[in-house]
C-alpha cells in the first residue's frame, strides 16, 4: 500500500471553530515574525493562542519556517492540527524541504523519499491531496472559523487574495485577519484603499480583511498577536449584503 496516496474520499466536514492560517515555509529575516507564531513566555503568539482557546489548527502542512513553527507550538500546547498537502510536495519530502534533506533529516537514503509518510497521529493529521486547488478548497472548507495570515510569500499572498474574494462573491463568508508583523501587510492595505479609491473595490468590502497592527510603543515580538487574532475573528461580523451570488442554487433549477 502506498503510505502517501492521496486520503481524501469524501469531503470533509466543516468545523466552526477550525482556524487556517496561511504564512510562510521560511521564517523571515526579523525575529519578531516568529515570535507572532510561536510561545513565548508572558504572551499569546498565534499558535500558542489557537491551542488555548481550542481553536483547530488548519494550514498547508509544512514543517519548516512560519507553517511549522505554528503547527508545533499548537501541538506542544495541546492543541490539533490538521495538515493539507499536494501529493507531489510529499513525494517531494514536503514544502520548503528537498528529497534529499528530508530523507536525510529521517535516517533514510536519498530513493527512500517515497516511503516518507504523511503524520497521522495524536493531535496531527494529515490530509494528502492530487491538487494546489483541491488543498486550497479543503482547508477553507474545513476552516469554519475563518484565516488569519501571517507573512509569507507568493503562495501566502494568493491565499489570503482568494479566501477575501470568495467572500466577496459569497462562495463563503469568514473573516480573514492579518498580523501586520512589522508593517509586513501595509503595501497590501494601500493596495486595497486605492482600489475602493478608484472605485474597482467597493466601500463596504474593505471590512472583508481586517489587519492586527501592534501600538506604536510595543515591539513585534513583545505584542499579544494570538490574543488579537482570535478576538477579530470572534468579533468580525457579516456584511448585512454580502455575495455577488447565490451559489448553492441546485434546488432552484430542474432539468427538462
Known amino acids: ?78 492543541g490539533f ?20 534533506e528530508r530523507a536525510e533529516a529521517a535516517g533514510l537514503s536519498p530513493n527512500q523519499k517515497r516511503q516518507v509518510p504523511a503524520i497521522n497521529e495524536g493531535n496531527h493529521k494529515s490530509i494528502v491531496v492530487e491538487s494546489m486547488h483541491e488543498r486550497k478548497t479543503i482547508m477553507a472548507r474545513l476552516a469554519g472559523g475563518g484565516f488569519i495570515g501571517l507573512p509569507g510569500g507568493f503562495g501566502t ?24 508583523v512589522n508593517g509586513f501587510w501595509e503595501p497590501l492595505r494601500a493596495l486595497i484603499e486605492g482600489a475602493i479609491k478608484e472605485n474597482f473595490i467597493q466601500e463596504k468590502n474593505r471590512s472583508l480583511v481586517t489587519f ?18 482570535i478576538e477579530a475573528l470572534d468579533s468580525w461580523k457579516t456584511p448585512s449584503d454580502a455575495g455577488l451570488f447565490v451559489w448553492d442554487q441546485k434546488n432552484k433549477w430542474s432539468s427538462t
Not at 212 to 229: V, Y
Open 81 to 100: 492540527v490538521t495538515g493539507v498537502l499536494p501529493r507531489a510536495m510529499v513525494l517531494a519530502g514536503g514544502e520548503g524541504r528537498g528529497p534529499v
Open 212 to 229: 492586527i497592527q501592534a501600538p506604536d510603543e510595543a515591539l513585534a515580538s513583545d505584542f499579544d498577536w494570538g490574543k488579537a487574532a
Open 1 to 78: 500500500m502506498d503510505p502517501i496516496a492521496p486520503r481524501v474520499t469524501r469531503v470533509p466536514e466543516s468545523d466552526p471553530l477550525a482556524v487556517c492560517v496561511y504564512c510562510a515555509s521560511s521564517p523571515g529575516v526579523d525575529p519578531g515574525y516568529r515570535a507572532a507564531a510561536e510561545c513565548k513566555p508572558l504572551h499569546m503568539p498565534l499558535g500558542k493562542a489557537l491551542a488555548a482557546l481550542g481553536r483547530p489548527l488548519v494550514y498547508g502542512g509544512g514543517d519548516r519556517g512560519l507553517m511549522g513553527i505554528v503547527s508545533n507550538t499548537v501541538i506542544q500546547n495541546g
Open 157 to 180: 499572498f494568493e491565499e489570503v487574495l482568494e479566501a477575501v474574494t470568495w467572500s466577496q462573491l459569497g462562495i463563503h463568508q469568514k473573516p480573514v485577519v492579518l498580523l501586520n
